[in-house]
């Protein structure tokens, strides 16, 4: 392995036989690089024995892995300042715990109803299909999981999933997520989509994946074909740095995108890797120009262990101020904090909104300048029941849809006598 690896990394132009190994997803999968005498040798870097210590100590619990490809596109020369690097290899500072630090942040493991889904939101579902990952992201919000045992769960285990969605009728949108479901076979991941795509509520499935970032090569021919295969599916990708985009990278995106699948990404920010607006701005333009929108950029998670990566929330709200009106409105993503204790994404940003009076509002643009939209005057306000002539007409509405409104939009309801929200506990 590691001479193919060199080969790919020292000579111009490696051979074809070296260059059809590297190519090959399933070659990538069984070289995996989870030691650090490896990342030594194929860098042509040598650490301290203290350092070699440390990250022992890391690595013994939170384990690495790293494909040939993506080790391949860090700066041996440069390594220690390399956002590749600090992405995939381990840090002693993984090992410290802060005060806030927490197990599972988005307690995911608390609103789940039956083992692998995570339902906490009215009409769509987080379904963990894998706890398999080609590289493992040091920065992971699901870290407490990284490197479990006997990970692809069994088509048994599955169908326990696939049961509380038949069973309930809101979801009308599953988010298949991981570890990363592109590490599924073929026909695993043919035979999922196909019962999801069976159950008549389900409208969307979307797939969250780094496969494109880590492992380009695992979207081939067949894999497209089975997603094309399915319907609606989309895809969230994960890229944080403008250097992931790479050839390799391209041709998968290129791929997807011609089998006519939405493409998204959501990144998160990271402290030393893409907490600048240079950066951000140069990776969001070149995921639209490879047809892929930019989706969310999250503040990092609370996660045990991760407190080096995170930034201050202004840096976030500092790169939104740089992108919202500096470039395309569809090159800016949605800045979001996904709160602690399952309260889920909430978006935060600059202030646009200045002030208001009953007729007008006061709104400043990305330039500063200050500006008066005034409203109608004679703008009649029609109390909703949710059951008005117009609305049922236009909608087609079955009687019986959008019964309950929750949380804020409850307060603002016609139909919903409720005036407060009580914090419980
Ligand atoms: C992120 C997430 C979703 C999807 O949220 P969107 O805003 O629709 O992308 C759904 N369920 C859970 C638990 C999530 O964390």
Redesign the pocket.
Known sequence: MIEVTKQKLDQETPTDEALKKWNDWKWQEQNLIKDVKTVEKILNIKFTEEERKDIQETIDIFPMSITPYYLSLIDSKDYKNDPIFKQAFPDKRELHIAKYDMLDP?A?DK?SPVSGI?H??PD???FHISNVCAMYCRHCTRKRKVGDKDCIPSREQMEQGLDYIRNTPVIR?V?LSGGDPFMLSDELLDWILGELNKIEHVEVIRIGTRIPVVLPFRVTDNLVNILKKHGTVWINTHFNHPKEITNSAKEALRKLAFAGIPLGNQSVLLADINDCPRIMKRLVHKLVENRVRPY?LYQCDLSEGLEHFRTSVGKGIEIMESLRGHTSGFAVPTYVI?APGGA??IPVMPNYLMSWSTNKVILRNYEGMISTYQEPSDYRHDVCDLNCETCNLQLKCQEGEEKEAIGIAKLIADYNEVITLTPSE
Request: proline share 0%; charged share 45%.
């Open positions: 988005l995911e609103d995570t906490r939101y769509r579902v987080l949108d988010l969310y996904d889920g994404k």
